[in-house]
C-alpha cells in the first residue's frame, strides 16, 4: 500500500485506515467526548453531560457506548450505592489525542476572518 496517500487507486475507501478512523471517530459528540476525557483522564456520565452542555442523556449513553465498543474508551463501574460509574480513554483511544491536536492546529490556522472574530472571546 502507497504510503503517500489514505486511499490508493485501485482500492475501496472502506479499505482503508482513513475509513476505519472516521468510523470511529464521525458521529456528532465522540470527539467532543474523546476532547473532554483527554483533558480530565477521568469523568463520570453527568461531568461529561454538564460539560458538554448541549448532548442528551440518551445521545451521551449511545456515543459512550460506541466509543467503548470501539475500544477507545474504558468504562469502569463499582458496586456501591449509589451506582458510580467513571469513563475514561483507553491507549487506543490515548493514541488519537495527537490527530486531534493537529486537527486543531488545522484548524486555527485557517479558520475565516469572520470566524476569528466570532471565536474571539471564548475561553481557551
Known sequence: MD???CAPSGIQMK??????TLSVICGKYKMTLLY???QYKVMRFNELQRGIG????KTLSVMLKELETDGLVRREEFPQIPPKVEYSLTEKGQSLIPVMDMMCDWGEKNVKPAEQAETAHLPT
Open 3 to 5: 504510503k503517500t496517500s
Open 15 to 20: 479499505d482503508t485506515g482513513f475509513d476505519y
Open 36 to 38: 473532554w476525557l483527554s
Open 54 to 57: 448541549t448532548i442528551s442523556f
